[in-house]
């Protein structure tokens, strides 16, 4: 498998071209081999990492200026983030059998806040981040007690929230976009933490938080019981409704980080157009990593690459010149096949086509 | 017979609040007391009315079909290159159509073969049909043919009732409740209708009872694909164009629809006439901001976001806390 | 049957009166107008609808606002309730060109005068009273033009597109590629949407620049926000945005004029937003049953860097 | 055997799953006009083989031939379509819809191609008027209690005219007068020339219906045989595959002496006019330390309405409780729990499992749900837990990490237990605690409560069975129509008493 890759990796592509695939193609069969769902969606980051590397020669170019480094696989990460951040949040939602689709507009309404609290109550970036994180948490929240206590379904609140939400972050800004140049500020979505985009600092960070609190301590367990049979979970005692109301303030608060992200990369808050259709992008990257919107099992590592395999999809686009109007085609092929991968029924049928009949 | 049953109950509360909004707004704008206005209502949403008569059925399935928008799209494009390349505008509906349904029977063919998520295979179909509609033509594309202007000018009825306007029923209003009545009929009186219920109440049970999944799924979301077609022929009349852009955000708007009209996200309760209301619910609410007119843009939004709140919050108060509501749900709950 | 019921509902409504020599005169202050926008996708559309609703208060007109949010059907439901309502004006700022016949139809058998706005539609003249735009390829043309002149017709350009399928987006594309055409050496490197956004802008640029390295030396943007965000990304790879890389977009809100007083942006084509004083203007007088023009073009120019310092007190957007 | 065509003949099927080979080489004969009983302990293979005579598995090796001709049934539309018509294990109705369409879905009568509401229904009502039962039929299933749901699901099974009737543990929550209502149906049935197939793991039901007996273990055939020709004895032995000694475990003698009798200690449990308007009515109960009562009455009379009213799900609106003395509030689950008391569901598909978690998981939920989530229990502890109990319920699982929803039924039964039996509660409501659970456990169970009780737990009991209920109980309140009736103590806990006792107040029988 490995000979292979280094085949396939032109041979003008440079070290890091060939060390990104071996990296991807070793962590992929590592986990196939101890049968891990987040495999097959990293095999399809693999195929359209090798795509790139065989039609665009500069892809995995990496430059090093003023130590940090820079090129199409940093861009990606740090273009990537807002998708992972939201759909960390969004993952641990589903799990519980819920959904968030008010992420964008709580991403445009954090941005907002952020901006105008620094440009016109003058306050700190720090202290203005920390503002607008507490109000999207707060966001979060507000679905979470609709849903819990009202039992309100997730999606109607939650698409009740994208519309409002989205007004109060025009109300704020006077429906502009605000521009805010602020050094600190700017860090948050254009720095560089050891050579690499502060945005994926962020991003590890809400990973290690959620992964501890959902693998470390039983709340993975809990929530996983309540998304698989949720009435037979408050039976053997599950707290079903505080777990439910935090995981939606969780995702506010995720929603909160990237919408930071999202204003600093532009040192604007632009309440219209950031996150508009975002939720569909987190949404599929969760399920693509192998989270069923049934609920119940939940893979945040999955999570992470299917954001990572979206955002180099859109990539792939922009580098290969595929018309804008065109775009979405490739885009769906992309989508289908990789959800042919990740699903056990269609490896299983294809198996059976290549001869190799086994079980049931 | 019709007999009191709890599970009409989100349907008769949702019933009573729409009547009450109805009212409310019959009350406070003097526009609105028109039979005009009802027409508006009902052309205004007849493609997202028609897409989310659909859309009941794959979600009383316990599916989602997010492709609706872009299929209406599709449909609009095709419509107008044919009618432009020299067809007929009946025979351009009718091959925007047959291709709708057929994309609808593929989406569920993949959907049911390789046990995928609805959701996956439907945003492909989504940016699929979005692309296809632009591969069809980049530029939007005006449909000018006589035949085309009869039915838009011609093809109705005029509505009046005494004391009140009359007013004219254009052929597209026609048509949604025409496939409404279609819908509801099949919903509740055809063994689709059970076998979908059935589906998306328990799909391990309705396998053991020997409901055909998957012929019954292919149909779902062919009969999806149907009602995204005939919202884009719609939509193709109420612009007398096709555009490869339009309907962008219409199948959240059509979920939404259904789902205040109380049915179950999750599968196997619900109905067309829920659906209905949700559907004139969003209508309403949105007619009211423009006729009230003096919001700026924030505002519109937030009104929407506001009054849709409120809605949900008295129907859920109100269906928990009716007697009939008390008492045990036994048994499944999904 | 069809013009017995609107007949009908004509009669019963003397808000509406129809006559087809002309309509009983009014006077501004007495009259009610419907506005639908397009939605508030950016700053020059708030300065847009700004414009016509601080005017519309000057005058004492009642004027109803729809936001369409970007949706057509949106706007062509908000048409058909000022219709129902029995507006006086309905100024319609469409989103796309195409699609309002059957609307405009209505409109014009309910007797209610339409007056257009930033954009014009694809429908017969008769339809509606007067269309007021800025001519948006002689923009594309003329940033096209410019460019050329400054980079002595040798440029490997990316295009930033607006939304796909915007007629705004086709027509700026035309002029820009009518005026290179004439230029052998001029090339479009890429041509990839950013949909009108900064951070799309950005992205794009982003990847593009690390794709062609070295390749590119001038940006086209199709509006103001992408350009500024093709700056930043122009920055961040560590060139000089203004400099090694020649920046050129249409709208000129105040947001370029200060990224030309930086230095970064290199001109911009004039779109001007403030259609409110001349709008009112011609409402004035198809109210009053004068004669109105059918096209007024609302003209634009274009500021380089070195206007920017003059110009950026005097922008009202 | 008597040689004689068979209609239906299973010749050598065999079908694994990873990890688990539930048949081996099974061959299996039904003749027309004949009941027979399909045996064997719990995972023994007896739902597998029913799921490949219904087309849900295909199977691995093997043919079936129905009246001679080979069949391969490939889902269960098509088994229908063949003349096999099956009630599960786990109850499949479609909560949502109501009990007419349950019966009638996928059948419905037409007119004008449209269903026909009134015929449907009238076929409902005829359906269930076979089981002697009178519901009304435009109710929707997710409203009734689990014994009339599964009446409504045999009710299904019989509207079919089928050659071959599978009844998979039918009688596993149904009370002593519904079996026998069953019974009737069945040896009807029969005298039309039917060959049913019946589970069951209460031996008495076994002898009262069936012709032949045959007896799976392992996922191997033991044995086929008249059920005259094989007494109980033997035909346990075959089942466990050992021989019983003196000590036989398969005939309890008698009521044996109750658990612990009342001490005069304070009541763990006092309920006083405890009610849920509308619901149950009030109830009145002092439950010692270490005492077992019994909850009695017909189906519906409100056992399983109390039983979740003490336990908070749906909580009382009027009255009082008191735990060890204390009055305490339960409005959910989770001050039950902290109150010390555990509660075993009677649906396990519903309340019960989580399907899609392992073995380990569900055993261990409500002991890490009581620990919060912060409290992991340490490994080893959780090791030992889930090994213990897995060893002392004797659960068959192929490993701790199996879904548990792969278990069969009664395994799933048993990891529910343990998952209670691990909070060590001070109260434990059991809601038909050995519903499809083979005899061997079914004792295990018994004993361990009797140990439970014997450390001074105080248990609820629900059983329908009420020999159980006898056995096992010191104490017996009557319920009838949801209100609490009377009360059965020490000697006169006897099922026959207890038969009495509901029927002295059935004074108008309800039914027809
Ligand atoms: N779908 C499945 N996947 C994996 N293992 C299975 C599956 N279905 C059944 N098994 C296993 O096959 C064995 C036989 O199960 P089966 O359900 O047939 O037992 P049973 O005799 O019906 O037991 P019970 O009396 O408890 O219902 C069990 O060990 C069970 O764990
Ligand atoms: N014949 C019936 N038709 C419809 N509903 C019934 C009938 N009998 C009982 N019920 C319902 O059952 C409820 C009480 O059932 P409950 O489960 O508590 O009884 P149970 O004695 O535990 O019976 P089971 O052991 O069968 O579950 C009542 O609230 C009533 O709604
Ligand atoms: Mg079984
Ligand atoms: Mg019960």
């Known amino acids: 498998m490995l000979e292979k890759i280094t085949e396939a990796a032109p041979t003008n592509a440079n070290l890091t071209g060939i060390a990104i695939l071996l990296f991807t193609g070793c962590a992929g069969a590592l986990l196939l081999l101890r049968g891990r769902r987040e495999a097959w969606p990293l095999l399809g980051l693999l195929a359209l990492l090798l795509f790139n590397s065989v039609l665009s020669k500069n892809f995995f170019s990496i430059v090093e200026r003023d130590g940090a480094y820079y090129g199409t696989p940093i861009n990606l990460l740090n273009q990537g983030s807002e998708v992972m951040l939201l759909a960390i949040g969004l993952t641990l939602v589903i799990a519980v059998r819920g959904i968030d689709l008010s992420v964008g507009s709580v991403m445009a309404l954090s941005g907002a806040t952020c901006v105008i609290l620094m440009k016109e109550a003058h306050c700190g970036p720090l202290l203005a981040a920390l503002l607008s994180l507490a109000v999207a948490g707060g966001v979060g929240l507000f679905n979470g007690a609709l849903v819990t206590a009202l039992n309100i379904q997730p999606i109607i609140v939650t698409l009740i929230s994208m519309v409002g939400v989205r007004g109060v972050a025009m109300l704020i800004t006077r429906a502009e976009p605000v521009t805010h140049t602020d050094a600190t500020f700017a860090f948050i979505g254009n720095g560089h933490v050891g050579g690499l985009p502060f945005s994926m600092v962020l991003v590890a960070a809400v990973f290690v938080v959620a992964a501890l609190l959902c693998r470390r301590t039983a709340l993975g367990l809990f929530m996983e019981a309540i998304g698989d049979n949720e009435r037979a979970s408050r039976l053997a005692g599950v707290d079903d409704r505080r777990i439910k109301l935090w995981l939606y303030g969780f995702s506010g608060l995720c929603a909160g980080i990237a919408g930071l992200v999202a204003a600093s990369y532009i040192s604007t808050a632009d309440p219209d157009r950031v996150g508009r259709l975002r939720e569909l992008d987190a949404i599929f990257a969760a399920v693509i990593g192998g989270t069923a919107l049934t609920g119940g099992r939940f893979y945040l590592g999955g999570t992470l690459i299917g954001a990572l395999l979206i955002q180099t999809l859109s990539t792939t686009m922009y580098i290969q010149h595929v018309p804008s109007e065109i775009e979405p085609m490739p885009k769906a092929g992309v989508m289908l096949l990789s959800c042919l991968l990740v699903s056990e029924e269609s490896r299983r049928r294809l198996l059976e086509l290549l001869g190799l009949k086994r079980g049931q | 017979m019709l007999r009191w049953d709890r599970r009409d109950l989100p349907l008769m509360v949702t019933a009573v609040l729409l009547i009450a909004l109805y009212s409310g707004v019959l009350v406070c704008y003097d526009a609105a007391r028109s039979l005009r206005f009802l027409v508006d209502l009902i052309k205004g949403n007849a493609a997202m009315g028609l897409c989310a008569v659909g859309m009941t059925f794959v979600i009383l399935s316990g599916g989602i079909d997010l492709s609706v928008g872009s299929v209406v799209a599709l449909t609009t494009v095709l419509v107008g290159t044919l009618v432009a390349g020299g067809c007929h505008p009946v025979v351009a509906f009718c091959v925007g159509l047959a291709v709708s349904v057929a994309f609808g029977a593929m989406t569920g063919h993949l959907i049911h073969r390789f046990s995928l998520p609805p959701f996956l295979v439907t945003l492909a179909g989504m940016f699929f049909a979005r692309g296809a509609a632009f591969l069809v033509s980049m530029q939007p594309i005006g449909i000018d043919h006589p035949a085309l202007d009869w039915i838009v000018d011609e093809l109705g009825f005029a509505l009046a009732i005494p004391g009140l306007d009359r007013t004219w029923v254009p052929a597209t209003a026609l048509l949604f409740l025409i496939v409404l009545v279609l819908g509801v009929i099949l919903g509740r009186s055809t063994s689709f209708g059970r076998n979908v219920l059935a589906i998306g109440g328990d799909r391990q049970a309705a396998l053991l009872m020997g409901v055909p999944l998957g012929a019954t799924t292919v149909c779902l979301y062919a009969l999806c694909g149907l009602c995204a077609g005939l919202g884009g022929v719609t939509t193709a009349l109420i612009d007398s164009a096709g555009k490869p852009n339009i309907g962008a955000g219409l199948e959240l708007e059509a979920i939404a629809s259904v789902v205040i009209g109380g049915t179950l996200l999750t599968g196997g309760a619900g109905s067309v006439v829920g659906t209905v209301m949700g559907v004139m619910i969003t209508g309403i609410v949105r007619a009211v901001i423009n006729l009230d007119g003096r919001l700026p843009s924030p505002w519109h939004h937030i009104s929407i976001g506001l009054l849709l709140l409120v809605f949900i919050v008295m129907q859920q108060v109100l269906i928990r806390s009716a007697p009939a509501a008390r008492g045990v749900e036994y048994g499944h709950h999904r | ?317 | 055997m008597p040689v004689s065509k068979a209609l239906l003949s299973v010749e050598g099927l065999s079908k694994s799953f990873p990890g688990v080979r539930a048949l081996h080489d099974v061959h299996v004969e039904a003749r027309a006009g004949e009941i027979q009983a399909l045996m064997g302990e719990n995972g023994a293979g007896k739902s597998t083989l029913i799921k490949l005579l219904t087309g849900v598995y295909s199977p691995d090796a093997g043919t079936l031939r129905l009246g001679g001709a080979v069949i391969r049934p490939t889902s269960p539309r098509h088994a229908e379509s063949l003349g096999i018509s099956a009630v599960h294990q786990e109850i499949s109705l479609i909560p949502h819809l109501s009990i007419a369409d349950n019966i009638m879905l996928g059948r419905q009568p037409r007119r004008f191609g449209l269903i026909d509401g009134r015929a449907v229904r009238a076929k409902a009502r005829e359906a269930l008027a076979r089981l002697s039962l009178d519901l009304d039929v435009s109710r929707s299933v997710a409203a009734l209690p689990t014994a009339l749901q599964q009446m409504v699901a045999i009710a299904r099974a019989l509207a079919v005219d089928a050659r071959i009737l599978i009844l998979d543990e039918p009688t596993s929550s149904l009370d002593e007068a519904e079996t026998l209502r069953l019974f009737d149906v069945m040896r009807g049935l029969k005298a039309q020339g039917l060959a049913i197939l019946f589970v069951t793991h209460f031996l008495d039901q076994v002898y009262a219906v069936s012709d032949t007996i045959t007896v799976l273990r392992n996922g191997c055939l033991v044995g086929q045989y008249a059920s005259s020709e094989l007494p109980r004895l033997e035909l346990v032995q075959a089942m466990l595959g050992v021989k019983l000694g003196a000590k036989d475990r398969a005939a309890p003698g008698g009521p044996a002496g109750p658990g612990g009798e009342a001490s005069a200690a304070e009541p763990a449990l006092a309920a006083r006019g405890l009610e849920r308007k509308g619901v149950i009515g009030p109830i009145e109960f002092a439950l010692r330390p270490g005492e077992v009562v019994g909850l009695a009455g017909l189906l519906g009379s409100g056992r399983s309405e109390t039983a979740r009213m003490l336990f908070g799900i749906e909580p009382a609106d009027r009255g009082e409780l008191a735990v060890n003395g204390r009055a305490t509030e339960i409005k959910t689950p989770r001050h039950a729990i902290r109150a010390g008391l555990a509660y075993c569901p009677e649906d396990r598909k519903v309340d019960g499992i989580i399907p899609n978690l392992s073995v380990r998981e569900n055993l261990l939920l409500a002991l890490q749900a009581s620990q919060g989530a912060l409290r992991v229990l340490p490994r080893h502890e959780r090791e030992r837990l889930v090994q213990h109990y897995i060893k002392t319920l004797s659960i068959k699982t192929p490993s701790p990490e199996t879904p548990v929803k792969l278990l069969s039924g009664g395994n799933q039964q048993k990891v529910l237990l343990a998952r209670w039996m691990a909070m060590q509660p001070r109260i434990l409501l059991l809601d038909e605690p050995t519903r499809g659970v083979d005899i061997g456990a079914k004792l295990e169970i018994e004993a361990l409560v009797k140990s439970l009780s014997e450390k001074g737990v105080a248990t609820v009991l629900i059983s329908s069975e009420l020999e159980e209920v006898a056995r096992n109980c010191s104490r017996v309140v009557v319920l009838r129509d949801r209100k609490q009736q009377g009360e059965l103590v020490g000697e006169s806990v006897t099922p026959s008493s207890i038969i009495q006792a509901i029927a002295h107040q059935k004074e108008a029988p309800s039914d027809a």
């Open chain 3, 1 to 317: 049957s069809r013009e017995e019921s609107d007949a009908a509902r004509a009669s019963q409504k003397p808000a509406s009166e129809a006559d087809a020599a002309g309509r009983k005169p009014k006077k501004l202050s007495e009259i009610v107008v419907g506005f639908s926008q397009t939605g508030a996708e950016s700053s020059w559309r708030i300065a847009h609808s700004k414009s016509i609703q601080e005017e519309a208060e000057k005058r004492h007109v009642q004027l109803l606002f729809a936001d369409g949010q970007n949706v057509h059907n949106n706007q062509v439901n908000a048409v058909n309730g000022f219709i129902t309502k029995g507006v006086d004006v309905i100024v319609i700022a469409p989103q796309e060109s195409v699609g309002w016949k059957p609307t405009l139809k209505e409109a014009k058998r309910a007797g209610i005068p339409v007056v257009l706005t930033s954009r014009g539609v694809d429908a017969e003249e008769d339809l509606y009273e007067t269309v007021m735009v800025a001519d948006f390829v002689w923009e594309g043309r003329r940033a096209g033009e410019w460019l050329a002149k400054q980079t002595n017709g040798n440029a490997r350009i990316i295009e930033l597109v607006g939304t796909p399928a915007a007629d705004v987006a086709v027509m700026r594309k035309t002029g820009f590629a009518e005026a290179i055409a004439k230029h052998p050496d001029m090339k479009i490197i890429a041509s990839q949407s950013g949909d009108f956004t900064r951070t799309k802008g950005k992205a794009v640029m982003e990847t593009l620049l690390a794709a062609h390295k070295g390749e590119i030396n001038a940006v086209y943007a199709h509006n103001d926000d992408m350009a500024l965000g093709a700056i930043q990304a122009i920055q961040a790879a560590g060139l000089k945005p203004g400099q090694d890389i020649q920046v050129i977009s249409i709208d000129a809100v105040k947001p370029a004029f200060e990224a030309m007083m930086e230095g970064k942006l290199n001109a911009t084509v004039e779109c001007n937003p403030l259609h409110g004083p001349l709008l009112f203007d011609t409402i004035d007088k198809i109210v009053r049953g004068e004669k109105v023009p059918k096209r007024t073009i609302v003209p634009g120019q274009i500021f380089e860097r070195e206007q920017a310092a003059a110009a950026i007190g005097s922008r009202p957007y």
